[in-house]
């Protein structure tokens, strides 16, 4: 037994995977469809179970049994807008760094004051540089780059006078502000004694950040000293009085 038209449209339309934003339309013939179409539409003739859409200016039969309506659906809402990826490090030499020293030796004029280590020489400098505040001399390193950073010293101290105990007090400033946790002190029992400062600091920075190291004693006779080549053993090469390397590691 052969279906009927009814049953034919039924059957075609389950088949169908259709995206349809206006609906299908059924008509008892063809002659009953509008004059004018809409091309978001389908249109069924019941009497023969064909269906039609109107492609701009006539009714087309868009497919038989079976076939499939490829008409456009309406468009989803647009989903939010993911998270930015983090800034790719500038520069073309990559991650950025800085080597610096000082071949002058620094002493404080004041009991109470705090000086920051000052530089005059330059080893590498990519995306760290040197910088006046405040002085006439090199004190502040500043980053191009933000990101994390390890930031390393060594300063030849001497204390060439004076029986007493003495103290020196080392730490890092900020864009000006003192940082936490960064100081740490070291001690002279006697006079004519030689010490070495040398450690480093971890620091989260933002492109444009300026460091300085700070120090401050408690004898004006401390100081950072520069010794020449053979100063005191015969083929040991010059000493700067402060050496500083800055490496960006991410």
Not at 124 to 136: F, R, T, W
Not at 218 to 225: A, E, P
């Amino acid at each position: 037994m052969y279906p009927s038209n009814s049953q034919r449209i039924e059957q075609q339309l389950k088949n169908l995977k259709h995206k349809v934003t206006c609906g299908v339309q059924f008509f008892d013939t063809f002659e009953d469809f509008p004059a004018t179409g809409k091309e978001c539409a389908v249109y069924v003739d019941k009497s023969t179970g064909a269906f039609f859409i109107w492609n701009g200016t006539a009714y087309v039969t868009c497919c038989g049994e079976g076939s499939t309506i490829v008409a456009q659906g309406i468009q989803g809402i647009q989903g939010l807008r993911g998270l930015q990826g983090l800034q790719g490090l500038s520069g073309s030499y990559g991650l950025a760094n800085g080597a610096f020293f000082s071949t002058l030796s620094q002493s404080i004029s004041t009991l109470g004051s705090v000086v920051p280590m000052t530089f005059n020489s330059e080893i590498e400098s990519n995306g760290v540089y040197l910088d006046n505040v405040a002085s006439p001399n090199l004190n502040s390193f500043y980053l191009t780059n933000p990101g994390i950073y390890n930031i390393q010293f060594s300063a030849q101290l001497l204390r060439e006078f004076g029986g007493s105990d003495a103290h020196i007090g080392i730490f890092l400033k900020r864009n000006g502000v003192t940082e936490p946790y960064t100081g740490t002190y070291l001690h002279f029992n006697s006079n004519n004694t030689y010490l070495v400062a040398a450690w480093n600091f971890f620091v989260t920075a933002q492109a444009g950040d300026y460091f300085q190291l700070m120090w401050t004693v408690d004898d004006l006779d401390i100081q950072l000293v520069y010794l020449g080549e053979d100063s005191i053993l015969a083929g040991v090469p010059e000493t700067p009085s402060v050496i500083l390397t800055v490496n960006q590691i991410m």
